[in-house]
Nanobody, 123 residues
């Protein structure tokens, strides 16, 4: 499985960005796609995740109400719409895939990772 993330950039606080992640290769029927982020000197943490088959979603408290994760089943693509961005959202964002039925927030449970895309939010 290969994951290709795109859509990062530099924006001012309050603006929006949309990240996308396309999965290719052989995936199982039931899996979870997640977005993680890692700021310099900090650990990688989950931002949002979506259950591919049922569509159940999870959001970190810090992004609830501002970020939306969605999927395009036909094209094996997951999107992260980020609104009302804050300087503290600045990080490298990674998409990841876990071969699990239920959503998990632990990075170690995700087997496949995209290359990361930088998001920089200035005040």
């Amino acid at each position: 499985v290969q994951l290709q993330a795109s859509g990062g950039g530099a924006v001012q606080a309050g603006r929006s960005l949309t990240l996308s992640c396309a999965a290719s290769g052989r995936t199982s029927t039931y899996y979870v796609m997640g977005w993680f982020r890692q700021a310099p000197g900090k650990e990688r943490t989950i931002v949002a995740a979506i259950q591919w088959s049922g569509g159940t979603t999870y959001y970190a408290d810090s992004v609830k109400g501002r970020f939306t994760i969605s999927r395009d089943n036909a094209n094996n693509t997951v999107w992260l719409q980020m609104n009302s961005l804050k300087p503290e959202d600045t990080a490298v964002y990674y998409c990841a895939l876990a071969n699990r039925v239920l959503i998990t927030t632990a990075p170690i449970m995700y087997r496949y990772w995209g290359q990361g895309t930088q998001v920089t939010v200035s005040s």
